[in-house]
């Protein structure tokens, strides 16, 4: 199977006046990313660094011309979504993923989510806990 | 227009928002743990609200001021804040303790007769302070987390601190606080499960008078306990250039040598 045959490229980007302060980060998000805008990125993921300071996925995604470019997302502590039942091993590699984030500052193919999503709509890595 | 079903459904969610405002700080009537000795026993994991603005209210379990007192040293500071320019906490500086109470973390009490500590998990910082040891706070050289002693008001433990070095901000969206801080903690069981807790700020350079925030704390049973957390170990953001370290020089917006 072709590796990126399920890939899409960057779907929206729209500015939104999103206060992400409730992120609940080690440090104010508003340094590094640019929360005034919020988009859709989809992806397949390649990593996932279960570290602190914040979770890091890694996934690529395919542009409308089919170019395919890797993204890292900042995610929350994992201590908080291990409390929540979640683990490393809830998002292998190769599963297509949908992340609501905001994009970094300096302009690389970097960003901030809280809300990831399966490709079904199925929410991965939330605060509601995995049930 | 407005209907008097409209101002009706007002008022009762205004006398419902005060009735549970009085009961969530009403003295409670249940069994607390104590210790041999008798003492309010607070041993044990506790988790808290994320705190990003102290002066704001999350209408659950943490309740802010409103608006706060600001000097005009305070206001300017606040007003100039960026952390686009540099964020002590993005470039796992230490956190500080007002800033650490405020984290999404939660945090383990160690108590004893003599001594109480904070274990923050955020950062795997600490806080130990004597009771009723009545150390000088300005004895010792000026830290980040504060130098305190506590002592008991009956059943609340009251803990004040001082001589703090200046270089953190009491929570994420930047409230300012200066070297001559002195914040007062006071920690009261309302059951086995659950505190009372009421922080206040007295900083005579940032704000014309003492302020305070109050929360409920829960006592954390799913038997992890603390979780290790480095901030350092994959700090991308601060290796990677997209967090800068403040300029400590530029930190503050008064004269320091006061």
């Known amino acids: 199977m072709q590796r990126y045959s399920k890939l899409l490229f960057l779907i929206s980007i729209f500015p939104i006046f999103c206060f992400t302060a409730a992120s609940q980060a080690h440090h104010s998000l508003v340094g590094e990313f640019d929360t005034s805008v919020s988009f859709e990125l989809r992806g397949e993921i390649t990593e996932v660094e279960w570290t602190n300071p914040h979770i890091w996925l890694y996934l690529d995604v395919e542009d409308e011309n089919g170019e395919v470019a890797n993204w890292q997302c900042e995610m929350g502590s994992p201590n908080q979504l291990f409390r929540l039942g979640w683990r490393k091993e809830n998002l292998p590699p190769g599963t297509v993923i949908r992340a609501r984030a905001n994009p970094a500052r300096d302009s690389s193919n970097t960003c901030s989510t809280r809300s990831i999503t399966l490709d079904d709509g199925t929410p991965v890595f939330s605060r509601t806990g995995n049930q | ?258």
């Not at chain 2, 606040?78 to 956190?95: E, S, V």
């Not at chain 2, 006071?186 to 003492?210: C, G, M, N, V």
Request: with cysteine.
């Open chain 2, 1 to 258: 227009m407005i209907t008097l079903k409209h101002t009706l459904s007002t008022l009762l969610s205004v006398f419902l928002a005060a009735g549970i405002c009085q009961q969530t700080f009403a003295q409670q009537d249940g069994e607390i743990p104590r210790t041999a000795s008798g003492k309010p026993d607070f041993n044990g994991v506790w988790e808290f609200a994320y705190v990003p603005d102290m002066a704001a209210t999350n209408g659950r379990n943490q309740f802010g001021p409103g608006e706060l007192p600001f000097t005009e040293a305070g206001q300017r500071n606040f007003d100039n804040y960026n952390p686009t320019t540099g964020d002590y906490t993005g470039a796992c500086l230490p956190f500080g303790h007002v800033r650490s109470m405020n984290s999404p973390n939660p945090v383990k009490f160690f108590q004893t007769d003599s001594d109480f500590a904070y274990l923050f998990e955020v950062n795997n910082w600490h806080k130990s302070f004597p009771i009723d040891g009545n150390p000088d706070p300005f004895a010792l050289p000026a830290t980040w987390y504060g130098n305190a002693n506590a002592t008991w008001d009956g059943d609340t433990l009251v803990v004040t601190s001082g001589n703090y070095n200046g270089k953190t901000r009491l929570d994420t969206v930047g409230h300012p606080h200066s070297h001559k801080i002195t914040v007062t903690e006071r920690f009261t069981l309302r059951d086995a499960l659950s505190l009372d807790y009421e922080i206040t700020i007295d900083d005579p350079i940032y704000y014309s008078e003492p302020w305070s925030n109050r929360r409920i704390f829960t006592r954390m049973t799913d038997g992890f306990g603390l979780l290790e957390y480095s901030c350092n170990e994959n700090n991308k953001g601060l290796w990677e250039g997209r967090i800068l370290v403040p300029d400590y020089d530029n930190w503050h917006t008064y004269d320091t040598e006061e």
